[in-house]
């Protein structure tokens, strides 16, 4: 157990439409960086987050969003869904952005666009 | 850009036999390096980690790995396996600067232990 939890667990939506992926961070940890992680890859590095501010970005589209509230929980927006969005998505908590500081996993919520 | 390389896809084994999960990295000045599992539907679990120091690093459930900077690699090994190993491994290094950090992973490496 990491203490990172994300919700839901599980999603099914359709092509063109939107989702909201969840996450809350471990007690203390003010660093949230999200993945994306298709069948039979290794994660890739969507964008982190600092004390409610992007910090940094991967090679993804504007259309994924996130946002990180006050107490350090977080959301990612995923607009215009795509066939290919169809992955397991995780959250990663750590304790200080810029410093190498361990990530710690949550469990994923795996969403599948038809 | 940092880029990792696990050079077997699948390595299935035995068990109670030795095993080495490989990994190559691409050379920078400051590399930090992970070992992540992950068992089927689930999500990343440390496993090891090398920041600095001795290059022979030690992690949980009897795993070690050995940073090598001359062969830009962080092999994983288990000198005996269990059935419960078996898994998605996945090697990762970190990539630093003003932005933050990110974790660049490889594509994962399955082990696979029979009896």
């Known amino acids: 157990e990491t203490g990172v939890t994300q919700s839901p667990t599980h999603l099914i939506k359709t092509r063109g439409q939107q989702v909201t992926l969840r996450c809350s961070s471990q007690s203390g940890h003010n660093t949230v960086s999200w993945y994306q992680q298709a069948l039979g890859q290794g994660p890739q590095f ?64 795996r969403l599948l666009v038809l | 850009a940092q880029s990792v390389t696990q050079l077997d896809s699948q390595v299935p084994v035995f068990e109670e036999a030795p095993v080495e999960l490989r990994c190559n990295y691409s050379s920078s000045v400051s590399v930090y390096l992970f070992w992540y599992v992950q068992y089927p539907n689930q999500g990343l679990q440390l496993l090891l980690k090398y920041l600095s120091g001795s290059t022979l690093v030690k992690g949980i459930n009897g795993f070690e790995a050995e940073f090598n900077k001359s062969q830009t690699s962080f092999h994983l090994r288990k000198p005996s396996v269990h059935i419960s190993d078996t898994a998605e491994y996945f090697c990762a290094v970190m990539e630093a600067n003003q932005a933050g950090t990110a974790l660049i992973f490889g594509k994962g490496t399955t082990l696979s232990v029979s009896s």
Not at chain 1, 75 to 103: F, H, I, K, M, P
Request: negative net charge; contains cysteine.
């Open chain 1, 46 to 109: 969507i964008f982190q987050y600092y004390r409610e501010e992007e910090n940094g970005r991967g090679n993804f589209p504007p259309r994924f969003s996130g946002l990180q509230f006050p107490n350090y929980s977080s959301e990612l927006n995923v607009n215009a869904l795509e066939l290919d969005d169809s992955a397991l998505y995780l959250c990663a908590s750590s304790l200080d952005r810029g410093q190498v500081e361990t990530q710690y996993f949550g469990p994923g919520t």
